[in-house]
Structure formats: structure tokens, C-alpha cells
């Protein structure tokens, strides 16, 4: 198919400062350059609170326009030609005609004025272009302004010029390059001095864009295919793939046929009155008074946005709670909804955990291998041998080491990377001649092995390496694979970094005023929907006959319609000619009164002629004010962790809170500032929210949801972090760091913060653990021309109180004075960090992970299963034992008068272990068990029957101890979730709820070698080859961990065990570690762990010793619920959770048998007669309902020398048996086993 050579008409948004002289004089500006010059290191943007003020020759009209969304996208680049993690962007127009018309006032006939701006264009010097740029490591200056004078047309550039290609809105890899207009001057902005004109008169401006080579307009047929190959589109034909790609970049056009190749951005700037002396045109930017903006300050813009609600009242009417009503708009815009179901004491606090976890940001924590069945769950299973089993775990088994040291040698060599890269930061920084430059300079050898330099590239050849043997080995064991069974790579737990604190504005004037609309495609055009007639204030305008046209307008043709560019020229002229009939509409309504919605509502009072359409960017005029940056300044008082050991912060059920200490008040204030981005994502977030509950819940959500989302689309709230507060407490800033700045091969790569060892003791602060409290004293917002707005001055910061949210407060504030003025930052790690929670062997300290083994077929982390059985008080109760495969071991049983209480060992049918003395002195049995026998050591009694009949000794604590257990778990299974009601009968819940014992590990994890001070000596120390963490300020400082929570239902813990010094895997079970006491009278046995002191942990590197990761782990057995997660908490990182797969769950308790003590009974016996034979069966009473249950009852009994006599069961009824024996008294376990299944007697030679 041929395509059709007219345009697409893409609607541009074009924004206009008038910069007159009293705009000048009056209105702040920050309008920095950037600045790559090489030499000492510096961010390219420049400081936040400088910038030289518009001169004289500023004065004009600066006009920006918009890159249409859908070539401001990037994607990972799959062409293969570069790294496969690399971004690209689509090339923006590098071409843009400007045509002006002025007229001296409204009514007078326009002249026109036009320019091209060529945006590739580049030059080596300032004067021989605009606005600086790094391109591979240089400095340039790109782009250039041509005026289109009768006798100067536009000539493209010849083969010899220099152009940058590509072009794309990030620029020098610069988010914000085609947003702020300084950046990009003669680039995606123009500047128009207004000379030869009258002081005063009317301004319009057409602006049309196009990419000077066809090759790069996304619409070209090759830049599609990238496009639909990344979307996974599949279109067949021209057509097709057209209509796909008018989809996949959001654009919607009244035919999609026929095809086009081509695109034209075209937007306008209608009826600017213009006064270049007097003028301060009127606009949405807020005025000088700190009051009129709010400020709220959180962990994210959720909680900030939670900050300001705070402070809201109740409408009139509305009867909910203040708590209630706060906590359920928090979880409905946070999409936490499901959290306010699940929490038991009326509390938030499942709420504020689930939105603590989105605090940081995430990097990747390496990766596990798994073998799954492919076509799962549909296909039958595949059955293995035991051999073809062994085999494919064995290689999986290696396999996941390799791949874990292949992990540990990434985080290496980016530790390493990093250091170089802070090195030679430092080094830029360092004055010449310097004792540092001195010193650093070896490391950048490539020679010397001790050298970073080389180590780096040792640690980069050491990756590679493993690199192939992960994947010969992951080959090796794909021709393993029976068929059926597949290979696939899973993420482990990432690392989390705190994020910075976000601020959330709130005010008329703190966005564009624009509301935030709905992801609705942009209504592009084709040339015959031009507009060349319409009607406004019932008056015709249509392009006068001979079109004002700037002098060498016409000569355009020759550039435009050559093979390169192949654009029609004819669509110039009527995109002109539409310009013209708006411009006259526009200066018409200026004539209008202000406020009149013919002016404020321009392109819905225009009506066009029929078939054609206004562009969506058409409106009138008014003072650009858009804020893109926030730029603030902050007194803060650095917090101190624990220094000398002295503690300045407890904790308590998973939180760290400030105490009261003296010291405080004499941390001395430092002066933070910063700039960050902002945009209207809270707004956007909450309308997306009401969407996605409108589209699950349809009309059930209500009026009152469509209402809000278009109350939140205009309220004026913008939100972004505190880009570099958190680099400010590491002696560090943000950069920019260009890889190929360095010397020749060093590849330093890009880091997001960049060392500051010249910023001294009074400048900032170095903590090895972040925590402060901060009060602002300036907070300036900055539009996209560099016109600032003051919202917090210096000389009235008490008059300013920011909203903090909870999380961001704190009963004791360091300062003595203004407190309300100060945010609080709790203790943070200052890098990537993890709490890894791993199940263990229940026999060694090996890792057994479910992802790889999820049937523990080769190890297993199950000590045990224990089960409360019984009714009444404690002393009526049993503890039920079952061995990690589920088979029944005895139970723990209360005998003896109360004066000689004591701890029998009864054993279930079937189980060896036949005495308590069984427990302790045979070795088979700790060494089958370690873990669970240790623990029954604590509450069985090995002469139970003599210290019960009063032969032996006194009361031991024992008694007490199975007591307090009995008494943690019935309070715990009241709190703890019950199985799915869908769940498949298992004989366990006929009984009771059965728990399981686990093994695990705790372990606070480092991404890396704790990040060292910025200082010059701390530098050289940690470039070092035999540097020492261990001199580390935050080597010594523990963590305390909180596990479980008492009031979600989805946390399983009773609780755990653990031993009292760190590394130490032998485990305490004398102490049962629980969440509360509460409701317990005086306990022994049960210890709260709400102050987390007996898991406390130091953080340490990622390491694959093994002896090394053990003597900084904390080892715990815990008790819980084997449906449910238990999980972790410490305040500085998001909780992590532990949870057995449901599938080794039910494995284990469908095997499990129940044997529910009887006895003494009256039971006899009755021989049943079958087809095949006849059975005994002992007649006892029978519930109806165990036949329903797919259920049968077995009858076990002891007999001589500890072997088991197993019966089948027939119920007890009303009727005469007269063949029946008498009946007799007995003791055994009725057991409850599958209708399938048969349980054998055993003899003495099988126990």
C-alpha cells in the first residue's frame, strides 16, 4: 500500500510568557543554564536558590511548546544494537516554523513576522549556538533561530554541517530538558525580542514542527514496527498495523485510512496583549501570602495527602467516626481497602503497615531457579522416579549456588563501581596539586592490581564468569527435564531504600489550574479538517484573501517538498490560513468584557464550518503559569541512632519512637535545600482510583463516585519528593555523572548522588543512620519559564506550619522553640537493605527454600505439628504431637494431683516413642527430631508417673509451662484466621487446629559495604583493597525485629523461640516469646517480644559464607498457624512475611491421622460379613456425620510390649445384637482415616 503524502495534524500546546519590563522588575526568577563545561564537578542544573535575573534584553515574548506525549515515551530498546536495559526514545521534531502577527491594536490589520528554529543544529561555542548540551563526553550547543526575511530564506543544513541526531525530548539524558524553557531555547522554545514593534499592541503565534528527515517521523513505516514489536501488536497489513499504531500511541483521528507517513505539530498562542513597559498581565500564579497554600508533609503523597485531611472537618450530616472516616478515604486512594477488613481491634494498624511498605523503592535482591510443571494446572502432573527426582535436584540444587554467587558477584562489582566512581568525583573536586589528588590518583591505574581501577575490572571479569557457568548449567539441566516440566528464573526479596519525605501543595495557583483529565486518546487531524470558516459572537471569520505571510514564507516550498522531507507544501499554506481565521476571532474577543465566557470559553464559542475541527490546544491567551519545580531550604537537626551506646530511641511493637533525652536540644541546625520536580499526581491517582472502583463495582459505586472524580480533577495539589534530603545527610548531593567524562575505559556508569567532601562540618552531616527533624524556612515554586512564587519566605518561617502526617510526627522534638514547625524523620538505613526471614533445616542451618523443593522431599523446615485438644481449663488439655511427615507421635499430658502436678508423654497409635523416658534417652529420637525434641524436653517430665504419685522430688516447672502454651495457643487461634471455607475435609480440624513448629533465620542484609562518609580521608579509606567496614560507625548497631501481629488475622504466630546470644542456632526453650501477656496471670514460661530485644540484628553486607551469614543471624523456632504468614518488623525497612506454600500444608494434614482418646468404654465386638470375607469390628458410638466427611473410624489400642492393635469400627444403634460378646471396658484412640484406607495392627518386632 502507497501511502498518502498529507500529514497527520498533531495538536501542540504552546505556552507564552510576556516578559515586559515591569514583569521583569517586579515578578522572582530563577532561569538557570545548564552547565557541562568539564573541569570541577558540579550539577549541570546549578544550585537550587541561584540564578542571575532576566536583563534588559530578556524583555519579549518566550514561547515553549509541548513534545506530544506519545514522543516523550520511552521503551526498552529490542533492536539489539545496545545495552538491552537501555531506554530510547522516539526522535522529536527537529524543525519549527514560527510565524508572528502583530497588530497595533485589536482592530487593525495583522503584520507577519516568521522564524525558523533548528533544533539539531550544533555548534561548539555559545555564539555559534543556544543551549548547552553533552553529547559522548563534550560539550556543544544546539540549536539556532533563522529569520524568515524577504531576502534570507531557509537553507537546510549541508552534508558537512554538524547536527545531533537523535533528538528526543530528554536531551542530554535530562528529564526535565524539554520541560524547562532556559534548557532549551532555540531547541522546544523560541524567544521573540518584540523589537521594531509598537510598546503596545495584540500577539499571535503559530507554531508548526516536523522532522526535517522522513526516516525519523514515528509514523515512518520502519519506527512503527519498533513501536508495534515492543507492544506485541500483531497487524498484518499497512492498514492494520496503521490503526494499531494509532492506539499504541493514544491518538485518535476521524479515518483511520488512508495511511499517512507523516506528522505535523501545530499549535497557537491567540490574542496576547502586549504592553512592553507597563504590562503585568494577570495570571494563576499565587500571590507573596504563605497562607493561601498548604503544605503536607509524609512518607509518600499518599501520606502527605493523609496529612492534610487530618486537619479536615466532618460535612454536615455525615455521622462516621473522624478515625473511621480519615482511615477509609486513606485506603480507598491508597488502594488499601482490603486492609480495613481484616484489622481486630478497630485499630489502622494493618492499614499503616500495608502503606509503610510503599516508603522506599525497590532494586533487585538477585534470583532463584525453579523447575515447574509448563502447562500447569491444567495437565496431569509428571511423575518422577526417585532417581530421575534425586538427579534434578542435585543439578537444581547446584544450579541456585551458582546463580547466588553469580548474584554476590553483581552487588560486588557495583560496590566496586561505585567507589571508583565516588573517587573520581572527589578527585574533580579535590584544588590541583592537592595531598587527595595525590592519593587518588593510583587507583586509577590499569595496571596496579591493588588499584580500584583494576579491581573493578577484575570484579566485572569475575561476573562474566559466572555469568557462563549459571547458564551451561541451567542448560545441563534443561536436557534434564522430562518433558513437561520447564526451567524459570524467580526474583528474590529486592532491597528497599527509603525514599525522600514528599511534600504535597495545596492551593490556588500550586498547578496549572488546568484540570487533570482522563487517559483519553488525543484528537489528532488530517488536512481537510482544517478550519478555513467559522462563526464567533455571531460574526463569520474566514482567511482574509491575501494572507499576511512572513518575507520568505513561500521559499519554504523548496525545503519542504525535497525527497528528505517530503512534506506537501499546500498543507503550510492552509494551516496558515486556519491561523489567520483564529487570530481574527481572537482579537475580536479581546473586545469582549474580561471574564466573558466568549473569552473564557473561546473554542467552545468558535463554531467551525462543517466537517472540520478546532485543535484541542485552542484557547485564548492568558500569562503562562505552570510550577514545575519546588525549590525549599530547611533547618534540620540531625538526629542522633545510638552513639556510645547510649539510646535515643525504644522500640515497641514494630516501632521506633524518640525518647525524651537531654541531649537533644543541643543538636545545632544545618541548612538543607534542594529542587525537586512536581506534578498533579495525587489528583491523578484518586480519579484513577474512582475509575478502577467504577469498572469493578459498576452502578453499585454510586453518584457520590463520579462526583469525586471530578471534584478531584480540579483540586489544585501537586506532589514530589525531597529530591537530595536524604543524599544531604550523607555528605552527598545529587549529580550527574557521565561515563564518558572519565578517563579512557574507566566506566564509571551513572550514579544518582555524587560525593561532597567539600562541604565542611558547618555545611552538612554525615549519619550513618538517617533520622532528623526539619522546619522549613523557604519553599519557592518554579514554573516551566524559570517565574518563581514564593510560598514560605525566611523572614516570616513561625508564621508557616506544614501538615506532618503520623508517620512524620513525633511527641518529642529536639528544638525548644516553634515546635510545630518541625517534620520528624525516623531512623532509616541510608542504602539498599533486606530483612531476609528464610526457613531453614530443622536439623542444620541450611536455607530450605519452598520455591525450589515445595514438598521438602529433600529437607524440610517442619520440626513438627502440636495440636490443642480437649476441652475445659488448660489442665483438661492436651498437647497433640506430630512428627514433620504428619505421622502421630503422643501427647503431652497433665497427671497427678495439683500438689504434684507433672508431664506425661501418652503415645498416638502407631508411634514408637512409647514412654516419656522414650523422649529423652533414646538417641534415635533427637536425632530423628532435634528441634522438637529439645522442646518437648521443656514441658514433659521424663519420671512424670513418679513425680505425680509423689516418689520423686516436687513440682517442676513443666506443668506450668504446657499450661502457658496451651493458654498462648487457644488466645492465638481466636485471633488467627481459620482455613478457607472451599478447603477439602482434613481429619486434623475434626479435632482442633493443628500448628506447626518451624525452623528460620533472620538476617538484616546490606546490598553492599555500608556507605561511607564523603569526607576526603573517608574516601581513600574505602577505596582501599583491605578496607575495613568493621571501623564503620553502623557495624555496631543492632536492629531490633518484632514478629507477628497480634491484631491481623492473617499473621499466624503463637510464637517463638530463640536463643539469647546472636549466631548462635542451639534454641532457648525454656521462653516462649509472644506477642502480649496480656490477660496471662504472672507468667514463667511466656516472655512478651514486643520490644524486639531478643531478635536484635546488625546489618551487615550480602555474603554467600556461610560461616560468616551465621554469626550475624538470629535462629527461631516458631509456633503458628500453617496456613497463615508471620511477619517481621523493624521500623527501617517494610515488613517481611514467612508462610509455608498451601501445598505442603495440605499434603501434611491430609496424611495426618487423628487419634481421639476413648476410654474407658463399654465397647464389644460384632463381626461384619463382606463379599470377599468377614471383619471384627469394636461397636462404639459414632457421630452421623463422619460417613459425610468421606471419613471412616479406626479403633487403636496398646497392647503388650508397646504393640498396637488397630480395629475397624461399627457405630452403635438401638437395635438387639444377640450374637454380639459382651461388651468390655477399654482404652485406645478412636482414629479417623480416608474410606479407602486400612490401618494394619503392629507387633512387637514392627514398633
Known amino acids: 500500500m502507497t501511502a498518502h503524502p498529507d500529514p497527520l495534524l498533531v495538536p501542540t500546546q504552546v505556552d507564552a510568557l510576556a516578559l515586559t519590563e515591569k514583569v521583569k522588575d517586579n515578578d522572582p526568577f530563577y532561569r538557570w543554564s545548564l552547565d557541562f563545561r568539564p573541569g570541577k564537578r558540579r550539577n549541570p542544573e546549578g544550585e537550587p536558590f541561584t540564578s542571575k535575573p532576566p536583563k534588559k534584553e530578556d524583555v519579549g515574548v518566550f514561547l515553549q511548546w509541548r513534545i506530544p506525549e506519545a514522543l516523550s515515551r520511552g521503551r526498552i530498546d529490542l533492536s539489539g544494537s545496545g545495552d538491552g536495559d537501555s531506554i530510547t526514545y522516539p526522535p522529536a521534531p527537529n524543525r519549527w516554523l514560527v510565524v508572528r502577527y502583530a497588530r497595533m491594536t485589536r482592530t487593525s490589520a495583522p503584520s507577519a513576522t516568521g522564524w525558523i528554529v533548528q533544533s539539531d543544529h550544533v555548534g561548539k561555542t555559545r555564539k555559534e549556538g ?34 545531533l541526531r537523535p533528538l528526543t525530548a530528554v536531551g542530554p539524558d535530562l528529564p526535565t530538558f524539554a520541560a524547562f524553557q532556559p534548557y532549551n531555547q532555540n531547541v522546544f522554545s523560541f524567544h521573540d525580542p518584540a523589537t521594531g514593534l509598537p510598546d503596545t499592541g495584540v500577539l499571535s503565534y503559530l507554531v508548526v514542527g516536523w522532522h526535517s528527515r522522513t526516516g525519523d517521523d514515528v509514523l515512518h513505516a520502519d519506527n512503527l514496527g519498533k513501536l508495534l514489536a515492543f507492544y506485541a501488536r500483531t497487524g498484518k497489513t499497512e492498514a492494520q498495523k496503521f490503526v494499531e499504531a494509532l492506539e499504541v500511541l493514544n491518538w485518535e483521528v476521524s479515518a483511520p485510512q488512508p495511511v499517512t507517513r507523516r506528522m505535523l505539530c501545530v499549535g497557537t498562542v491567540l490574542g496576547m496583549e502586549w504592553d512592553r513597559t507597563n504590562g503585568r498581565p494577570k495570571s494563576k500564579r499565587p500571590g507573596m501570602a504563605s497562607s493561601l497554600v498548604n503544605i503536607g508533609v509524609g512518607h509518600s503523597a499518599t501520606d502527605a495527602l493523609d496529612a492534610l485531611v487530618k486537619d479536615c472537618t466532618l460535612a454536615p450530616g455525615r455521622s462516621e467516626s473522624e478515625a473511621d472516616r480519615k482511615n477509609l478515604f486513606t485506603a480507598f486512594h491508597s488502594g488499601k481497602l482490603d486492609e480495613l477488613d481484616t484489622v481486630l481491634d478497630g485499630s489502622d494498624s494493618t492499614l499503616r503497615s500495608a502503606l509503610h511498605a510503599g516508603w522506599f523503592r525497590r532494586s533487585s535482591g538477585g534470583h532463584v531457579w525453579q523447575v515447574v510443571e509448563r502447562d500447569a494446572p491444567k495437565a496431569e502432573p509428571v511423575t518422577l522416579t526417585d532417581e530421575e527426582a534425586t538427579t534434578e535436584r542435585e543439578l537444581l540444587r547446584k544450579l541456585n549456588d551458582a546463580q547466588a554467587h553469580r548474584d554476590q558477584a553483581a552487588r560486588e562489582a557495583g560496590s566496586l563501581q561505585g567507589r571508583l566512581a565516588d573517587l573520581w568525583w572527589a578527585w574533580g573536586l579535590a584544588a590541583e596539586k592537592s595531598q587527595f589528588r595525590t592519593k587518588a590518583q593510583p587507583h586509577f591505574s590499569t595496571t596496579q592490581e591493588t588499584s580500584l581501577r583494576k579491581r573493578v575490572a577484575n570484579a566485572a571479569n569475575a561476573l562474566a ?5 549459571v547458564a551451561k548449567q541451567a542448560a545441563e539441566l534443561r536436557q534434564k527435564l522430562r518433558p513437561g516440566r520447564a526451567l524459570t528464573l524467580l526474583p528474590l526479596d529486592p532491597f528497599h531504600e527509603p525514599d525522600d519525605p514528599t511534600v504535597l501543595l495545596y492551593g490556588d495557583g500550586v498547578d496549572s489550574g488546568t484540570e487533570v483529565s482522563s487517559v483519553a486518546p488525543l484528537r489528532v487531524r488530517r488536512p481537510g479538517e482544517l478550519v478555513t470558516s467559522g462563526t464567533f459572537d455571531g460574526k463569520q471569520f474566514s482567511p482574509p484573501s491575501t494572507l499576511p505571510k512572513p518575507g520568505s514564507f513561500d521559499a519554504l516550498k523548496d525545503v519542504v517538498e525535497t525527497t528528505t522531507t517530503a512534506l506537501p507544501w499546500t498543507v503550510f499554506g492552509k494551516v496558515l490560513g486556519e491561523f489567520a481565521t483564529l487570530e481574527a476571532a481572537a482579537a475580536h474577543a479581546l473586545g469582549l468584557p474580561e471574564g466573558d465566557e466568549r473569552r473564557t470559553k473561546f473554542a467552545e464559542k468558535f463554531a467551525p464550518a462543517t466537517g472540520q475541527r478546532l485543535p484541542e490546544s485552542t484557547r485564548l491567551w492568558e500569562q503562562a503559569w505552570e510550577p514545575l ?169 513561625e508564621k508557616f506550619r506544614p501538615r506532618s502526617s503520623s ?44 520455591n525450589t523443593d515445595p514438598d521438602f522431599t529433600g529437607d524440610t523446615a517442619i520440626c513438627g505439628w502440636v495440636m490443642s485438644t480437649g476441652g475445659g481449663s488448660t489442665d483438661r488439655r492436651d498437647l497433640v504431637v506430630y512428627d514433620p511427615q504428619g505421622r502421630g507421635l503422643g501427647q503431652a499430658h497433665l497427671i497427678g494431683p495439683p500438689d504434684h502436678r507433672a508431664v506425661t508423654w501418652v503415645p498416638l497409635p502407631g508411634s514408637p516413642w512409647q514412654q516419656p523416658a522414650d523422649l529423652f534417652d533414646n538417641p534415635a529420637f533427637a536425632e530423628s527430631y532435634p528441634n522438637l525434641a529439645a522442646f518437648l524436653h521443656e514441658l514433659v517430665d521424663k519420671d512424670a508417673d513418679k ?30 484466621a481459620p482455613p478457607r471455607d472451599d478447603d477439602e475435609a482434613l481429619p486434623s480440624l475434626l479435632v482442633g487446629r493443628p500448628l506447626v513448629l518451624l525452623r528460620a533465620r533472620l538476617r538484616l542484609e546490606l546490598d553492599a559495604t555500608p ?18 567496614p568493621q571501623n564503620h560507625p553502623l557495624w555496631n548497631v543492632n536492629w531490633r525485629v518484632h514478629l507477628g501481629n497480634e491484631v491481623d488475622p492473617r499473621d499466624g504466630l503463637v510464637g517463638y523461640y530463640t536463643a539469647a546470644t546472636l549466631g548462635t542456632p542451639r534454641t532457648d526453650y525454656t ?107 469394636v461397636v462404639i458410638p459414632l457421630s452421623a456425620r463422619l460417613g459425610e466427611t468421606g471419613m471412616s473410624g479406626v479403633w487403636c489400642e496398646r497392647r503388650a510390649q508397646g504393640a498396637w492393635g488397630v480395629s475397624g469400627v461399627t457405630g452403635a444403634d438401638a437395635l438387639a445384637h444377640l450374637a454380639d460378646p459382651s461388651p468390655a471396658a477399654r482404652n485406645g484412640f478412636l482414629t479417623v482415616v480416608p474410606h479407602d484406607e486400612q490401618l494394619t495392627s503392629t507387633t512387637e518386632e514392627d514398633t
Request: proline fraction near 9%; glycine fraction near 8%; include cysteine.
Open 130 to 163: 543556544t543551549s548547552p548540551y553533552l553529547r559522548d563526553g563534550k560539550v556543544i550547543y544546539i540549536g539556532r533561530k533563522h529569520k524568515l526575511d524577504a531576502g534570507s530564506p531557509w537553507k537546510e543544513p549541508g552534508s558537512n554541517d554538524d547536527v
Open 465 to 469: 564468569g559466572w555469568d557462563d557457568k
Open 629 to 797: 519545580f519546588l525549590l525549599w531550604k530547611a533547618d534540620v537537626h540531625a538526629l542522633p541512632y545510638a552513639p556510645d551506646g547510649t539510646q535515643y530511641w525504644e522500640f515497641a511493637r514494630g516501632h521506633l519512637k524518640l525518647k525524651n533525652h537531654g541531649d537533644l536540644a543541643k543538636i545545632p541546625a544545618l541548612s538543607a535545600s534542594g529542587r525537586c520536580c512536581i506534578a498533579p499526581l495525587p489528583t491523578f491517582a484518586v480519579q484513577r482510583r474512582v475509575d478502577s472502583h467504577i469498572e469493578t463495582f459498576g452502578d453499585t459505586a454510586g453518584q457520590d463516585f463520579a462526583e469525586l472524580r471530578t471534584r478531584a480533577g480540579s483540586w489544585p495539589m501537586v506532589a514530589q519528593r525531597l529530591d537530595g534530603l536524604n543524599a544531604w545527610l550523607t555528605r552527598r548531593a545529587p549529580g550527574f555523572l557521565d561515563p564518558g567524562a572519565g578517563p579512557e575505559g574507566m566506566t564509571c556508569g551513572r550514579r544518582p548522588v555524587v560525593p561532597r567532601p567539600d562541604w565542611g562540618a558547618t555545611t552538612s552531616v554525615y549519619q550513618a543512620v538517617r533520622a532528623a527533624q526539619l522546619a522549613f524556612s523557604h519553599v519557592v515554586l518554579v514554573d516551566r519559564f524559570g517565574r518563581a512564587a514564593p510560598v514560605v519566605l525566611n523572614a516570616e518561617p
Open 807 to 850: 508517620s512524620m510526627s513525633s511527641d518529642v522534638i529536639a528544638p525548644t522553640t516553634n515546635k510545630y514547625r518541625y517534620v520528624h524523620l525516623p531512623p532509616r538505613l541510608p542504602q539498599p537493605a533486606r530483612l531476609r526471614f528464610d526457613l531453614i533445616s530443622h536439623r542444620t542451618v541450611d536455607v530450605v527454600d519452598p
Open 947 to 976: 513425680r505425680a504419685s509423689g516418689q520423686v522430688g516436687t513440682t517442676t516447672a513443666k506443668p506450668q509451662r504446657l499450661r502457658e502454651l496451651l493458654m498462648a495457643v487457644n488466645h492465638s487461634l481466636l485471633t488467627t
Open 1011 to 1028: 556507605l561511607p562518609d564523603a569526607t576526603w580521608d573517608s574516601l581513600l579509606a574505602a577505596a582501599q583493597h583491605d578496607h575495613k
Open 1071 to 1177: 521462653r516462649l516469646h509472644v506477642g502480649s501477656t496480656h490477660g496471662f496471670t504472672s507468667p514463667e514460661y511466656l516472655k512478651p517480644g514486643v520490644d524486639g530485644s531478643a531478635l536484635a540484628l546488625p546489618a551487615r553486607p550480602t555474603t554467600t559464607d556461610r560461616n560468616e551469614s551465621s554469626a550475624v543471624s538470629r535462629y527461631v523456632t516458631l509456633l503458628v498457624d500453617p496456613w497463615s504468614a508471620v511477619h517481621a518488623y523493624t521500623d527501617i525497612l517494610p515488613a517481611s512475611a514467612l508462610k509455608l506454600p498451601e501445598q505442603t500444608v495440605r499434603a501434611v494434614l491430609k496424611r495426618m491421622r487423628i487419634g481421639i482418646p476413648a476410654g474407658p468404654v463399654l465397647a464389644g465386638n460384632r463381626r461384619i460379613s463382606e463379599p470377599e470375607s468377614a471383619r471384627d469390628t
